[in-house]
């Protein structure tokens, strides 16, 4: 059964805590992305890696760590430093292209992340 | 930076109507893609349209791309109500080494109606 897994799919911190979301993926995919989704927005990205021990800044990347020590875990972790950490938290892999730009990501269910 | 931008912001139809959104982006792409999600879920790749194709059939969906304005559309015809939805246009950027990257416009929200 392959496919992208998150967890857990509900978490609540308190203002001030640093929270780790996990993503595994065992699709042999070399690409990962983590996206933050706001109620009715659509994605923006936060960090990305192409490979192990590799990673870059996306969009959003303020607050937020990675890390990518194996091929198939590409754990986010929120510090207390996010001014506005609640959210929508999603994770995706891919195939990386041969020149031929972008392709499909596949996505994990998600995990709703509210600070309080 | 927001690179597609989905028209309308939401739609609502009735059942075996067909479904037209739009997507607008600014620079130049390899390739669009549609994704779709359920509330509450992960997103699911719908459909790849390439910058030099013009037109793409899967299933019910129908995509068309106009690589000259710059924008895509998205047609699910007979719609169903299980097709109720939102719908995102990712495109990649055509230059630099991370051209693996996605942008993500908002999405439109797809009600249909029984």
Request: one cysteine or more; a positive charge; aromatic letters at 10%.
């Amino acid at each position: 059964d392959g496919g992208i897994t998150q967890s857990p799919k509900y978490l609540f911190r308190k203002e001030g805590q640093n929270v780790t979301l996990s993503c595994e993926q065992n699709l042999n995919h070399d690409a990962m992305y983590w996206y933050r989704q706001d109620p009715g927005q659509g994605l923006r990205l936060i960090y990305y890696s192409q490979i192990v021990n590799d990673f870059q800044k996306g969009d959003i990347a303020e607050g937020y760590s990675v890390s990518r020590e194996k091929k198939e875990s590409f754990p986010l972790t929120v510090t207390s430093a996010q001014k506005n950490p609640t959210a929508f938290y999603l994770c995706a892999s891919s195939i990386l292209g041969q020149g031929r730009g972008a392709y499909e990501q596949y996505f994990g269910p998600g995990t709703r992340l509210t600070v309080t | 930076s927001q690179q597609g931008e989905e028209d309308p912001q939401a739609l609502s139809i009735q059942e075996g109507e067909n479904a037209t959104m739009n997507c607008s982006y600014k620079t130049s792409i390899n390739n669009l893609q549609w994704y779709r999600q359920n509330s509450g879920r992960g997103l699911v790749h719908l459909i790849l349209i390439r910058s030099n194709e013009r037109e793409k059939h899967s299933g019910r969906l129908r995509v068309t791309l106009d690589t000259s304005k710059k924008s895509s559309s998205l047609l699910i015809t007979a719609s169903r109500a299980a097709d109720t939805a939102s719908y995102f246009c990712a495109t990649d950027a055509n230059s630099g080494g991370s051209n693996y990257k996605l942008t993500f416009g908002k999405g439109t929200l797809l009600t249909v109606n029984p």
